[in-house]
């Protein structure tokens, strides 16, 4: 079946380091997102990206960083100047700039110790 | 810019009654609308989606929500709600611009109760 894979799903950062994290799609799909989820906040746009190569900065892409060298795999980065890392990662995909809606992974927990 | 607004951040109900979770949106051009369910330390799933036509829309597991325009709500409603339905529920919306990107409410968490 089609979907989207986040690894790892737990993710424990010292502080000062960065760490990556995981995405990757099967479903064909041309645009994918990340998107970050803290307590009663919604879903806040890091990232995005609507073809190879290319990415646009969302909401909060401050200490943030991505690649989209293949279609399938979106990474995003978290770096040491992301003060406040410890949130709910997810990533999501949907198949051109139409309105289909997201389809989302599983999502990654990251917590800096 | 388009801004969503989810009006209630806890809904505690009894298992089998009705639920109505309330959703507002803001902007200038004409909008995609959509519902998504999360549950606890998972994705969201898509419940339902109003793009045109007819201004209810019917979803999985017996919800529905109803796109109301001149008040700029798309509420979200189910008749008799099970434990199962306990979980986070997120509005979101897009613009006709064709960006494909979804602004999201704060979400709203139901929980039923037996």
């Known amino acids: 079946d089609g979907g989207i894979t986040q690894s790892p799903k737990y993710l424990f950062r010292k502080e000062g380091q960065n760490v990556t994290l995981s995405c990757e799609q099967n479903?064909?799909?041309?645009?994918m997102y990340w998107y970050r989820q803290d307590p009663g906040q919604g879903l806040r746009l890091i990232y995005y990206s609507q073809i190879v190569n290319d990415f646009q900065k969302g909401d909060i892409a401050e200490g943030y960083s991505v690649s989209r060298e293949k279609k399938e795999s979106f990474p995003l980065t978290v770096t040491s100047a992301q003060k406040n890392p410890t949130a709910f990662y997810l990533c999501a995909s949907t198949r051109d700039r139409g309105p289909y809606g997201y389809t989302f992974g599983s999502g990654t927990r990251l917590t800096v110790v | 810019a388009q801004s969503v607004t989810q009006l209630d951040s806890q809904v505690p109900v009894f298992e089998e009654a009705p639920v109505e979770l309330r959703c507002n949106y803001s902007?200038?051009?004409?909008?995609?609308l959509f519902w998504y369910v999360q549950y606890p330390n998972q994705g969201l799933q898509l419940l339902l989606k109003?793009?045109?036509?007819?201004?209810l829309v019917k979803g999985i597991n017996g919800f529905e929500a109803e796109f109301n325009k001149s008040q700029t709500s798309f509420h979200l409603r189910k008749p008799s709600v099970h434990i199962s339905d306990t979980a986070e529920y997120f509005c979101?919306?897009?613009?006709?611009?064709?960006?494909?990107?979804?602004?999201f409410g704060q979400g709203t968490t139901l929980q039923v109760k037996p």
């Open positions: 979101a919306v897009s613009t006709t611009s064709n960006t494909g990107k979804l602004i």
């Open positions: 479903l064909n799909h041309d645009a």
């Open positions: 109003y793009l045109s036509g007819s201004t």
């Open positions: 902007s200038s051009v004409s909008v995609y």
